[in-house]
């Protein structure tokens, strides 16, 4: 296969040339220009596209085992791949949680049937209770990509001390949801004026940066790369930006719609808008631009929550958190932080491909000869209406939304896996 009339995004050095990609077996084998190729080769005109690598989300709940009713791996990663997604990482939270090495082997095992690559990250407690910690070198040798209790943060300091100490010297990351219940009424909903309005307690920002400040000095501590997942208050930006400066073994990640949407969402897009942490203001929302605009956040992760219709019909207050991000996420982005002037695309690019790839010590993330031929098509100007999701879900505040950026082809190893038709 020769890619041809395509700008080839290099999130090694954000540039963005005109080059011809070639494709064997699955591998690069040729970047250049006027390269010589067979009249047999398959040739895919990318003219007025811009190519990537295939984007990777550290942060995905694919609900298998255990609550397939919401989403399952093979239709979780056909909405990857239609998003431009080549490699996902799954959350443990699932039923049973991912604590044991046959569940992670089963999760493996049912991602492999996919056309993307579908990683798996492992528990750091038994059962998500946060009272003792997992196997997690056994865990590692069964495959785990790394460790996290995503979706119940962990409140027990010393056991997370003694769990990052391990992950440390298995070499592998540890991601944190950042959100001491002690100080949450209702979940999903920022504790502010819309809160107020609705006469509902919610979630404050003090919740997430109470344990935000503590495990980045564990992380600074005990040297092991952490992830605060979904960052969503802006003092939890600056606690890491000058974590950062302590240890280059930190980081964090944002969704885009904390990037993109404020607490007023919720009157507009109810349960839809309602995730853990929840949506703020606008001074966090501007808080995170800057963040991912100086580094301090140097992920862009979906959090992709898929839930049934019936359970987001319920009230505000007992519908459960989160929404699906997989499909609009590269549209968001451009949306939201390019056509802004924000971000460049490939900057914008490298914290969907390079940056997880490195936390996560995954060979992807690049466009190079000799690398599997994992890519992303799409033209940042056409715009679309996000109007149905391949998820089994359609829990979102984008769906029917116009949106700017449409991928028009996905490739994993060098297979066409999604074509915009
Ligand atoms: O809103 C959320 N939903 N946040 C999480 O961290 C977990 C997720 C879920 O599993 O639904
Ligand atoms: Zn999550």
């Known amino acids: 296969m020769i890619i041809k009339n395509g700008t080839v995004i290099n999130p090694i050095d954000q540039t963005a040339v005109p080059l011809e990609i070639q494709i064997e077996e699955g591998i690069i084998t040729a970047i250049g220009t006027n390269l010589k190729y067979s009249d047999q080769e398959k040739i895919v005109d990318a003219k ?45 939270n699932t039923k049973p949680a991912v604590d044991s090495k046959e569940t992670l082997q089963y999760v ?16 750091v407690t038994e059962g998500m209770r946060g009272t003792s910690i997992t196997n997690m070198a056994e865990l590692k040798e069964a495959g785990a990509a790394g460790f996290t209790d995503d979706g119940i943060p962990i409140m027990d300091k010393e056991l997370l001390r003694t769990a990052m100490e391990m992950a440390k010297k298995l070499n592998l990351p ?9 100080y949450i009424q209702n979940n999903g909903i920022h504790a502010g004026k819309v809160a ?11 919740a ?35 974590a950062k400066k302590r240890s280059d073994a930190v980081h964090a990640e944002a969704t885009p ?4 949407l404020t607490e007023e969402a919720v009157l507009k897009y109810g349960t839809y808008a309602k995730m853990n942490p929840p949506l703020r203001t606008q001074q966090d929302r501007q808080a995170i631009i800057e963040g991912l605009k100086d580094g301090t956040i140097d ?3 979906t959090d992709h929550a898929p839930h049934s219709v019936e359970e987001k019909k319920r009230p505000l207050t007992e519908a459960p958190s989160g929404i699906i991000g997989l499909e609009s996420a590269l549209a968001v982005g451009i949306t939201s932080l390019c056509k802004s002037g924000y971000l460049t695309l490939a900057e914008l690019i490298k914290k969907m491909t390079l940056n997880p790839a490195d936390l996560y010590h995954l060979d992807a993330g690049t466009i190079e000869i000799g690398k599997k031929a994992d890519l ?36 994993c190893e060098g297979q066409i896996i999604y074509q915009d038709k």
Not at 70 to 75: H, L, M, R, W
Not at 174 to 182: N, Q
């Open 376 to 411: 992303v098509l799409f033209d940042p100007s056409e715009t679309w209406v996000y109007e149905t999701s391949v998820s089994k879900a359609e829990n979102t505040p984008f769906i029917g939304q116009t949106l700017q950026g449409k991928v028009k082809m996905t490739i």
């Open 299 to 301: 992920l862009i992760a």
């Open 257 to 260: 719609h904390h990037f993109t």
């Open 208 to 242: 997430e940066e109470s344990l935000v400040k503590r495990d980045l000095e564990l992380a600074c501590e005990t040297g092991v790369s952490i992830n605060i997942q979904h960052i969503s208050s802006a003092k939890a930006v600056q606690l890491v930006r000058e």
């Open 108 to 123: 493996i095992e049912q991602g492999q049937k996919t056309p993307i690559h579908v990683l798996s990250a492992a528990c």
């Open 48 to 92: 007025g596209l811009y190519v990537a690598p295939g984007l990777i989300d550290v942060h995905v709940h694919f609900r298998e085992p255990g609550f397939e009713y919401k989403e399952n791996i093979e239709t979780g990663a056909a909405a990857a791949a239609r998003g431009g997604f080549t490699t996902v990482v799954c959350m443990a």
């Open 174 to 182: 540890i991601s944190l949801h950042e959100e001491d219940p002690s």
């Open 196 to 206: 107020k309005q609705l006469g509902i307690g919610g979630s404050p920002s003090i």
